[in-house]
């Protein structure tokens, strides 16, 4: 019932910011928990932040805390990661998730996912 295009992704340096933006079909997005995750390499996909439908709680992995930002932006159909203070260690491919009602950091919880959107940061 739900479709997700993220896009945003891109190369830049250690030290720049990027947007990412994933938008979302449907007439009752509020409804969803929305989360970003990301996938490098050789390891398993695991969560970056969530966010609840309303947007009044949002999560955050430790090792982005303080760095990166999640938002969404609910008459747009639109979720947001502004992701500042880019290291290496963050590239990956980044994906977003919806699922219906309250957040979570398990990717196995999530419904619906976008196609990606490949991050890479440079040294």
């Known amino acids: 019932q739900v479709q997700l295009v993220e896009s945003g992704g891109g190369l830049v340096q250690a030290g720049d910011s990027l947007r990412l933006s994933c938008t979302a079909s449907?007439?009752?997005?509020?409804?969803?928990?929305m989360g970003w995750f990301r996938q490098a390499p050789g390891k398993e996909r695991s969560a970056v932040a969530t966010i609840s439908g309303s947007g009044g709680s949002t999560y955050y992995t430790n090792s982005v805390k303080g760095r990166f930002t999640i938002s969404r932006d609910n008459a747009k159909n639109t979720v947001y990661l502004q992701m500042n203070s880019l290291k290496p260690e963050d590239t990956a491919v980044y994906y977003c998730?919806?699922?219906?009602?309250?957040?979570?950091?398990?990717?196995?919880?999530?419904?619906?996912w976008g196609q990606g959107t490949q991050v890479t940061v440079s040294s």
């Open positions: 998730a919806a699922r219906y009602g309250s957040t979570s950091y398990v990717s196995g919880r999530y419904d619906y």
């Open positions: 449907g007439r009752t997005f509020s409804s969803y928990a």
